[in-house]
C-alpha cells in the first residue's frame, strides 16, 4: 500500500493509463485453467487521502478495462472465488481509537471472527444455516415479483428503482458453472438483484462512511435521474466506466423486505 501511495505520489504521468499486461494474462490464464481465487483485502482507510484523485481514477480505469474478461468471467460464476479481510494497524486504530494498537487489533481480530461466525463451535453448521435463512429470503423476493423499490430515510433518502421484468433475486450462496458452492463473499448478509438500468429516478444520502479510492469519504449523496447519476449534484468523483457510466447496476437488501407497489 505504501508502494502504491508513492507511485501516485511521484509516477510519472503516463503510467496512470495504463495496466501492466502481465497481470492481465497471469489472470487470464488461470481463469481458462479453472483456478479458484481467494482475495485479501485489508487495506489503510486513508492511505491515498493526499493523493491527487484523477491519477487514482485514471488507473481505476485502466485496471477495470485490461481485467474486463477476468471480472467478466468471475461475475458469472465460471470460477469459484472469495473475498475475506484482516485487520489493518490503521483500519484498527479508526474502530477502536481508544485502544493502544496491539489492543485494537486483537479486538479487530476478535471482532472479524465473530462477523465471520468463525468464533462458533461449528462454523461450517452455522453458515449452513445462514446461507439457508437467506435463501429463505431470496425465495420470498422472488415469489413477490415486485416491479418498484422504494427507500427512504431520515437523512434524505428518497429513491425509487423499478425492477425489469423478469429479474432474480440473489443471496450469499453461489455455484459455480461446474457446479461447485461457493460463498463469494465473507462475511454475506445480502440479497441482491438488478435495477432496470433506465429507470432509476431519486436521491441517496449515505447513512454509512464510503471507503473509496483510498479516502474516506462521509455525508455523500447521489441523485438519480431516470437514466444516470445527475453529475451536477454528484459531490464525489467517480471513475468513468465506459459499459454503465453512471448508472445503477446492482440492487442489494440486507436485510430488508421491500414493500410491493
Not at 34 to 57: C, H, N, Q, T
Not at 98 to 105: G, N, T
Not at 108 to 118: C, D, S
Request: aromatic share 12%; net charge positive; proline share 5%.
Amino acid at each position: 500500500e505504501v508502494c502504491g501511495k508513492y507511485r501516485y505520489l511521484y509516477g510519472a504521468e503516463e503510467i496512470f493509463d495504463i495496466f501492466p499486461n502481465w497481470q492481465k494474462e497471469s489472470l487470464d490464464y488461470y481463469v481458462k485453467k479453472g483456478a479458484a481465487f481467494l482475495s485479501v483485502y485489508a487495506s489503510d482507510p486513508d492511505i491515498l487521502k493526499e493523493v491527487d484523485k484523477s491519477r487514482v481514477a485514471r488507473y481505476q480505469k485502466a485496471r477495470s478495462l485490461a481485467m474486463k474478461e477476468y471480472y467478466d468471467e468471475l461475475m458469472g460464476n465460471s470460477n469459484q472465488w472469495c473475498v475475506v479481510s484482516v485487520p489493518t494497524k490503521a483500519w484498527a486504530m479508526r474502530v477502536f481509537p481508544e485502544l493502544r494498537e496491539e489492543f485494537a487489533i486483537a479486538e479487530m481480530w476478535k471482532l472479524i471472527l465473530k462477523i465471520v461466525r468463525a468464533d462458533k463451535e461449528n462454523p461450517i453448521l452455522e453458515w449452513e444455516k445462514h446461507l439457508a435463512m437467506l435463501k429463505g429470503r431470496m425465495d420470498y423476493l422472488n415469489n413477490k415479483n415486485f416491479k418498484k423499490l422504494i427507500y427512504k430515510n431520515s437523512l434524505g433518502t428518497n429513491l425509487e428503482i423499478e425492477l425489469p421484468e423478469g429479474h432474480k433475486w440473489i443471496s450469499g450462496g453461489e455455484k459455480s458453472k461446474s457446479g461447485v458452492e461457493f460463498v463469494a463473499n465473507i462475511p454475506t448478509e445480502e440479497i441482491f438483484t438488478m435495477p432496470h438500468r433506465d429507470r432509476v429516478n431519486g436521491t441517496v444520502v449515505s447513512s454509512k462512511p464510503l471507503i473509496y479510492g483510498g479516502s474516506v469519504i462521509n455525508h455523500f449523496s447521489l441523485t438519480f435521474k431516470y437514466v444516470e447519476i445527475d453529475k451536477e449534484s454528484l459531490n464525489i468523483d467517480i471513475a468513468e466506466n465506459p459499459d454503465n457510466t453512471r448508472r445503477t447496476t446492482l440492487v442489494a437488501n440486507i436485510p430488508l423486505k421491500p414493500k410491493k407497489v
